[in-house]
C-alpha cells in the first residue's frame, strides 16, 4: 500500500484531554491499550490554509496558552509537505524528511501545510524502559534524552534530525504499514522497528555531537567509549592517566563535548544502568548497587536519592522490579 494511503487510513487520535488552569497548557493523555500497549500513531488534524500558515510562521508573540503538552514521548516525521512547530517560546520549520522527537510535558503547538503528509508516533514512556534504553543505554549521549526524564519528569527536551537518511524513512513506513494493516505480530515489529531507527538516529546524534576539529577533541569518541565500559570504575585522575591528559584538561574536554562534567556524566550513567537492573534485570536493590560498581549499598542510596529524589524501593514500587534482598551467595550480574 502507498504511504499516503497508509496515512488516509490511521485514525486521528482522540486523547483525553485534561484542560489546565488559566494560563496553563491542556494535557492529551494518550489513550495506550492492551491492543496497543507501546505505541499509538496517528496523522496530523485538519490543515490551516497557506494563509494562516504564514501568519503563524511570521507572527513574533506566541500564545504559550495555545500549546499542548503530551504524556507520553512524542516523535513527528514529516513525509511530504510543512509542519510549523512551536515549541515553548521557538519556532521550528519541519519540512520533508524531517524528524523531532520531544520528552513528554513539552509544550508545542502545530501547523500544517494543505499538502502535508505528517504522522505522528506517540511512545509509552514504559515502553521506553523495555525496548528502547536498554538498546540506547551504551551510547552515553543519546540515551540522556530519555534517562533525564525517566530521572526527573520536568525535564523538558527536543531532538531535531532534518532530512533523515533513507533507512530511518524506510523503518518509519514500515511501522506505519505494521500499524493500519495489522499483521500477526504487528506490535512487536513495529516496536522492533521503532528501536532499529532510535539506534540511527542516535549514531546521527553522536556523530554531530563529536564533529570536532582539533585532535584533542577527536579523542572525546575514544574516552566517551572507555567511560561507558568502565563506568563501574572509571575515576577523573584514571581515565586521564589512561589517555595521557592532565585531569583538568580532560575534564575540560568532556564538559566541551557534553554540557556535563566527568563526575555528572558517570553518575548519570550509573543509574540509568541502576533502573535498567532494577526494572528490566529484576535485580534487587544490593544486586543493583554492586552491579553499578558501589562498594557500599549506603553510597548507592545516597546517589539514588540525589538523582530520583526517591530510594530506590520507593522507585521500584513505582516502577516495577524486585527490589528484594538477594538471596544469600547469588552473583548481582547473573
Request: charged share 20%; with cysteine.
Amino acid at each position: 500500500m502507498e504511504f499516503a494511503k497508509l496515512i488516509e487510513n490511521l485514525p486521528h487520535m482522540e486523547p483525553v484531554i485534561v484542560h489546565g488552569k488559566e494560563g496553563e497548557c491542556d494535557l492529551y493523555r494518550v489513550p495506550f491499550t492492551e491492543s496497543y500497549p507501546d505505541i499509538i500513531i496517528s496523522r496530523a488534524g485538519k490543515a490551516c490554509s497557506p494563509e494562516e500558515f504564514s501568519a503563524a510562521f511570521e507572527r513574533e508573540d506566541i500564545d504559550r496558552t495555545a500549546q499542548h503538552v503530551h504524556d507520553c514521548f512524542f516523535l513527528v516525521y514529516v513525509h511530504k509537505g510543512s509542519n510549523l512547530e512551536i515549541i515553548e517560546d521557538r519556532k521550528f520549520l519541519v519540512t520533508e524528511n524531517d524528524i523531532m522527537f520531544l520528552t513528554p510535558h513539552t509544550a508545542h503547538q502545530n501547523f500544517y501545510t494543505p499538502d502535508s503528509q505528517v504522522v505522528f508516533i506517540h511512545i509509552n514512556p514504559e515502553s521506553i524502559y523495555r525496548y528502547i534504553l536498554p538498546m540506547v543505554s551504551e551510547d552515553i549521549l543519546f540515551s540522556s534524552f530519555f534517562s533525564e526524564f525517566l530521572t526527573d519528569q520536568s525535564v523538558k527536551r527536543m531532538l531535531f534530525f532534518p532530512d533523515c537518511m533513507a533507512l530511518i524513512r524506510q523503518a518509519l513506513v514500515k511501522i506505519v504499514a505494521e500499524y493500519v494493516e495489522t499483521p500477526y505480530m504487528h506490535n512487536i515489529m513495529a516496536c522492533s522497528l521503532l528501536s532499529a531507527a532510535i539506534i540511527e538516529l542516535a549514531r546521527i546524534k553522536t556523530r554531530q555531537a563529536m564533529s570536532f576539529k582539533t585532535d584533542a577533541q577527536e579523542r572525546v569518541r575514544d574516552i566517551l567509549s572507555y567511560i561507558t565500559a568502565n563506568y563501574r570504575t572509571a575515576s577523573l585522575w584514571d581515565t586521564a592517566r589512561h589517555f595521557g591528559y592532565h585531569p583538568s584538561y580532560l575534564s575540560s574536554l568532556i564538559r566541551q563535548a557534553t554540557g556535563e562534567s566527568f563526575r555528572d556524566l558517570i553518575l548519570q550513567h550509573k543509574m540509568t544502568q541502576a533502573c535498567l537492573f532494577l526494572k528490566e534485570r529484576r535485580m534487587s536493590v544490593e544486586q543493583a548497587a554492586y552491579a553499578c560498581g558501589y562498594q557500599n549499598v549506603s553510597s548507592f542510596y545516597k546517589a539514588f536519592v540525589r538523582v530520583y529524589r526517591c530510594s530506590p524501593r520507593e522507585w521500584v514500587s513505582r516502577h516495577g522490579g524486585t527490589g528484594e534482598s538477594p538471596t544469600p551467595g547469588s552473583d548481582p550480574l547473573n
